[in-house]
């Protein structure tokens, strides 16, 4: 069942709890589909506000004054209808009578008041006409419900609890019902400690309630890759268990992970082969600092809820039986084939239902998104979306709920030095006829170039809405590309699933990166600690926000001020979190209620490692520095990890 499916069924969910067979798929995607299970939960707060509401009296004499209004245009119909005709209904037979009696109709309606079977009607001479389609029945039952609509009118305002999911507070206002919403909501922090024997974090993530981080001893000669669970009591100590059978030598570096699946990825020692000098860089090497060179993995591991067994004891030997993770690809990430500014061979990831897209640079130095597609406990398949230009670089790759919407950014670099990014876009959309005769309905892939104009950063989807940073100043005149016009670069759209980005600039970069200052690394935190991968220029390009909706086509309005200058975006379920440009406070945003959220300053800029976000939580910790002296690999260390869930 897919995410649209679903959605068609929540609306009658509960009658169709009385039949489990038909609700179970849907309560299995449910417990799969953090979007949909937010939006159940908004269905269940309308209909629980529109229940808790006072019964409507209407008034004493609403009744009467019906059933005259009725009676009154029974009677115009009588009048302009030929003697056979339907008999008046019986139970407008008293209102008639009163009707009579009235001046107005006295002469028209005489027979009313001695007849005892009901009204005769008035023969008149009447001109032809074409008959009438509509009974007068229908006519009554129009009136009728004309009527029980204005009483209920009232009810109207309530559809605006369901605007953008958020909760409103309704208050009296006379004989109406006014709905204002709360200010934003101060968002809360929690802090949880856990034991560990690799006390530096170079990267976490958070998925349901575990953690999972990857932390390196004093030395950073041995890697390792942990959870812990944070259910229990709040101000207990946790103790981390190890997710690898062994530890590894080089950086581990968790790249993100959905309800199921976990990814990182894993450094390797360069292989030598005998009696030969080995070419291959070596990772951080002095004259390219914070630049992950050599041999690498991209990993990944089940983490769905059959998965709670893996990782036990064996109660024969004493030794614990580890989940085998898969190895989705494994490559070099030479140093002298790509762009200088590029320092990790990983270049974004993101997740949609069973899929991740993973934007990487292949040993050859040449850009891929590619989409692995998993089922129970394995990989399926993996798809080449695009493929770029040499020098150019694919990152920041994300998608809907249900895959039909894809984005992904091209960046590329000028011999000035000048960071360029356009967005292309893989839209799944219903095929049109092509041609005359029988025609059976069904989708087809579109894949072009979305904006073209060299200023467009870091594309994120969230709650149905696509956002994204522009450098342009005047960036609300930078037009759209739509899926039926001929992109600007000469790309038309095409059905295939693979992309030939063809932005001009081709040139490579010259710039040289020099090693930073420590306390400017910590003052800008990205997803990695910085001090193991410098950043890329691209995560600390300043931009202002664009919106538009999921196709790419209708701009959308938000609260955020137009003089925000962002950096550093990322985005959760139902949130945006950035750094401001000047002031490098961080900010959040809720997609769906449109309005800022209190309470994120807590991040402290001068000490924090990383900042990560992933699903409904944000987490972070802060830097601690190796200490050379400390040579007890056994010692165990308390690390804390601070964490922000929105909606609380």
């Given at each position: 069942m897919n995410c649209r499916q679903a959605r068609a069924m929540l609306a009658i969910y509960r009658e169709q709890k009385q039949d489990p067979t038909e609700t179970a798929e849907l309560e299995d995607h449910l417990a799969h589909c953090a979007e949909c299970k937010d939006a159940y939960a908004q269905y269940q707060l309308v209909g629980e506000r529109i229940r808790s509401m006072p019964a409507i009296e209407p008034d004493p004499d609403a009744h009467q004054k019906?059933?005259?209004?009725?009676?009154?245009?029974?009677?115009?119909?009588?009048?302009?209808?030929?003697?056979?005709?339907?008999?008046?209904?019986?139970?407008?037979?008293?209102?008639?009578?009163?009707?009579?009696?009235?001046?107005?109709?006295?002469?028209?309606?005489?027979?009313?008041?001695?007849?005892?079977?009901?009204?005769?009607?008035?023969?008149?001479?009447?001109?032809?006409?074409?008959?009438?389609?509509?009974?007068?029945?229908?006519?009554?039952?129009?009136?009728?419900?004309?009527?029980?609509?204005?009483?209920?009118?009232?009810?109207?305002?309530?559809?605006?609890?369901?605007?953008?999911?958020?909760?409103?507070?309704i208050q009296p206002n006379n004989n109406q019902a006014s709905i204002t919403h709360p200010e934003p909501a101060q968002a809360d922090t929690n802090t949880v400690s856990t034991q560990t024997n690799y006390p530096h974090i170079a990267s976490s993530v958070v998925s349901a309630n575990t953690i999972y981080y990857s932390a390196y001893n004093e030395d950073g000669s041995s890697w390792m890759l942990e959870k812990f669970d944070t259910t229990g009591d709040a101000n207990a100590t946790h103790q981390s268990s190890p997710l690898l059978a062994t530890p590894a030598t080089r950086p581990l570096l968790i790249l993100g992970s959905s309800d199921n699946w976990l990814l990182w990825l894993q450094m390797e020692a360069p292989k030598q082969p005998a009696g030969k000098q080995s070419h291959t860089a070596t990772a951080q090497s002095d004259n390219q600092p914070g630049k992950l060179t050599g041999a690498w993995s991209l990993k990944a591991l089940y983490i769905g809820q059959d998965a709670s067994t893996q990782n036990q004891q064996n109660p024969q030997d004493g030794t614990a039986d580890f989940a085998k993770p898969l190895t989705l690809r494994t490559d070099t990430f030479n140093s002298s084939t790509v762009a200088d500014w590029v320092n990790t061979p990983i270049q974004g990831v993101s997740f949609y239902t069973d899929h991740a897209l993973v934007a990487l640079i292949d040993s050859k130095g040449i850009s891929h998104l590619l989409n692995y597609q998993f089922s129970q406990n394995a990989l399926d398949k993996s798809t080449e979306l695009a493929r770029a230009q040499d020098q150019h670089v694919l990152t920041s790759p994300t998608a809907s709920s249900d895959g039909h919407s894809i984005y992904w950014s091209d960046e590329w670099q000028t011999p000035e030095n000048k960071?360029?990014?356009?967005?292309?876009?893989?839209?799944?959309?219903?095929?049109?006829?092509?041609?005359?005769?029988?025609?059976?309905?069904?989708?087809?892939?579109?894949?072009?170039?979305?904006?073209?104009?060299?200023?467009?950063?870091?594309?994120?989807?969230?709650?149905?809405?696509?956002?994204?940073?522009?450098?342009?100043?005047?960036?609300?005149?930078?037009?759209?590309?739509?899926?039926?016009?001929?992109?600007?670069?000469?790309?038309?759209p095409t059905a295939t699933s693979t992309a030939a980005p063809t932005a001009s600039a081709t040139a490579q970069a010259t710039a040289t990166p020099t090693r930073q200052d420590l306390s400017n690394l910590l003052a800008n935190p990205t997803e990695i600690d910085p001090t193991v991968i410098t950043p890329q220029i691209d995560m600390e390009t300043p931009g202002k926000l664009l919106a538009f909706t999921t196709d790419g086509v209708t701009p959308v309005t938000t609260n955020i001020s137009d003089s925000e200058v962002l950096t550093g975006l990322q985005s959760g379920g139902s949130f945006l979190i950035w750094q401001n440009s000047s002031t490098r406070g961080f900010?959040?945003?809720?997609?769906?209620?449109?309005?800022?959220?209190?309470?994120?300053?807590?991040?402290?800029?001068?000490?924090?490692?990383?900042?990560?976000?992933?699903?409904?939580?944000?987490?972070?910790?802060?830097?601690?520095?190796?200490?050379?002296?400390n040579s007890d690999p056994t010692a165990q260390s308390n690390i804390t990890f601070t964490t922000l869930k929105w909606p609380k």
């Open positions: 019906l059933m005259q209004a009725l009676a009154a245009e029974h009677v115009r119909f009588l009048q302009r209808t030929p003697a056979a005709s339907t008999p008046t209904p019986v139970f407008l037979a008293p209102y008639l009578k009163d009707l009579a009696k009235q001046p107005a109709h006295a002469d028209s309606l005489a027979a009313f008041s001695t007849a005892t079977t009901g009204p005769l009607p008035v023969l008149q001479v009447t001109r032809p006409r074409r008959s009438r389609s509509t009974q007068h029945i229908a006519i009554i039952g129009l009136a009728a419900s004309f009527l029980v609509v204005v009483m209920l009118g009232g009810l109207v305002s309530l559809l605006l609890l369901a605007n953008q999911g958020q909760p409103g507070v960071l360029n990014s356009n967005i292309w876009t893989q839209q799944t959309v219903q095929a049109a006829p092509s041609k005359t005769g029988r025609w059976i309905d069904h989708p087809e892939t579109q894949t072009y170039l979305y904006r073209d104009d060299g200023t467009s950063f870091r594309p994120q989807i969230v709650t149905g809405t696509l956002f994204f940073l522009t450098t342009n100043g005047s960036a609300t005149a930078n037009a759209t590309v739509a899926a039926t016009e001929t992109p600007t670069a000469g790309v038309t900010k959040m945003y809720d997609t769906r209620a449109r309005v800022m959220v209190n309470g994120i300053d807590s991040i402290d800029r001068t000490s924090t490692a990383l900042v990560s976000v992933n699903g409904t939580t944000v987490i972070w910790t802060k830097y601690v520095a190796p200490d050379p002296n």
